[in-house]
């Protein structure tokens, strides 16, 4: 029952990475699952604060992962139009593979933001450019973050299997 607990757990993190590039999959938290299924094997024991430290990692991760595109969005002087249009542009890039994924979102952030209606002042093309970049800076921010955290959740999965 260890070997396929371990190789569930490796498949998990393995998954988890991939899911650091692709929205559409909770990277951090499959990862998650994968070190508490090599837990629960009879060869590794990871103590109890070991695991809630991972778990409140893995939560604050998800949190910032969700925060930050819409931060880095508004940071830039972005509107509710360029949030949701960096969403809808993620989603959207996600049936044009990496490259879509990652424009989705510059792409979505700007097109939101031209297509708003401002009564202020009008929105101009170097205006919603701004924003845009706001959407893909927060976005690589948080796909780093993710990485970071999923590498060292396998870095500690295979550490203790050796």
Known sequence: MDIV???LG???LLTGLVGCILPILPGVPLAYVGMWLLHATSKVQFSWRFLLIWGVVTTVVQILDAVVPVWGTKVMGGSKSGVWGSTIGL??????GPWGIVLGPFVGAVLGELMSNRNENDMSLGQAL??????FVGLMTGTVLKL???GLMIYYFVAALV
Do not use: M
Not at 91 to 96: D, K, P, Q, R, V
């Open 5 to 7: 607990l371990i190789i």
């Open 10 to 12: 490796a498949i998990c």
């Open 91 to 96: 989603i959207a890039g996600l049936f044009f």
């Open 130 to 135: 701004k924003a845009g970049s706001g959407a």
């Open 148 to 150: 970071i955290c999923v």
